[in-house]
């Protein structure tokens, strides 16, 4: 594996982070550090909407109020090189939780689920941003 290929597997590892810590801590300027102004992100296999950067912030700041608590866990991702671009196929899970407060975990309102978050990268001026993000919902847990 080349210097490079490792160079860029590290700075998308470090995008999927940035992206599940703007998630989680609500910081959704953050989201212009992972995805490229033209993005389309596609959340409807969760019933989210499929939008532009711009309107998935705006989005996300008002649906995931009701869940202060937020954790998404992203593991090993898969990555395809080429034609200039990256294809990242990483799997997820959440949780999403009504309260940040020690309650047990039959508490009505919380949401677990998982899948797979599929994104096509390319690398641009500022680094490696995503052009497309879906998000292929596996499994939903309510309580």
């Given at each position: ?11 998308i590892a470090a995008l999927l982070a940035r992206y599940t810590y703007a998630i989680d801590s609500g910081r959704w300027d953050l989201l212009d550090e992972v995805f490229s ?107």
């Open positions: 594996m080349r210097t490079q290929e490792l160079a860029d597997r590290l700075e102004r033209d993005a389309v992100i596609d959340y409807s296999s969760s019933g989210g909407i499929r939008g532009s950067r711009d309107e998935v912030k705006a989005w996300l700041a008002e649906v995931l109020t009701h869940w202060p608590s937020r954790l998404h866990l992203v593991g090993a991702a898969y990555i395809d090189f080429g034609d200039g671009e990256a294809r990242v196929v990483a799997p997820f899970t959440d949780t999403l939780a009504p309260t940040r407060e020690m309650v047990a975990a039959t508490t009505e309102g919380f949401l677990h689920g998982g899948g797979h978050y599929h994104h096509r990268m390319l690398r641009t001026p500022d680094g490696w941003r995503s052009t497309e993000l879906v998000e292929e919902q596996s499994w939903r847990t309510v309580c």
